[in-house]
């Protein structure tokens, strides 16, 4: 069973950064596709950036294009998600995802296991 948590999320100012990271565990699979969600009050959690462990493809969403990138340390097992230029929209709990396999599409129905989250909040 795959186990993910995160950390590194907390309150920073507009245009601040923060880097979130994501450890994973009981990984078994030679490749994963992991990635970064987030959930702000009152709205459905969307998908902010995916990376493929093997061939190190990603993708962003466009909002946060530019301003946010995905990495992984295949040695240590940890997925990143730097966050840099925040803005107040970005200001949401974000989780860390996998799903065993290549990576397809950036929707929550399509990754299988998921942390518990870590609060990002961005004030002006």
């Known amino acids: 069973q795959v186990r993910l948590v995160e950390s590194g999320g907390g309150s920073v100012e507009v245009g601040g950064s923060l880097r ?8 078994t699979y030679s490749r994963y596709c992991m990635g970064w969600f987030r959930q702000a009050p009152g709205k ?13 493809f990603t993708r962003y969403i466009a909002s946060v294009k530019g301003r ?4 992984q340390d295949s040695a240590k097992s940890t997925l990143y998600l730097q966050m840099d230029t925040l803005k107040a929209e970005d200001t949401a709990m974000y989780y860390c995802a996998a799903v065993n396999g290549y990576c397809y ?20």
């Open 20 to 27: 979130l990271s994501c450890a994973a565990s009981g990984v």
């Open 44 to 56: 459905d959690r969307e998908g902010v950036a995916m990376i493929d462990t093997i061939g190190g």
């Open 105 to 124: 599409t950036l929707a929550v129905r399509d990754f299988r296991y998921w942390g518990q989250g870590t609060q990002v909040t961005v004030s002006s």
């Open 68 to 71: 946010f990138t995905i990495s």
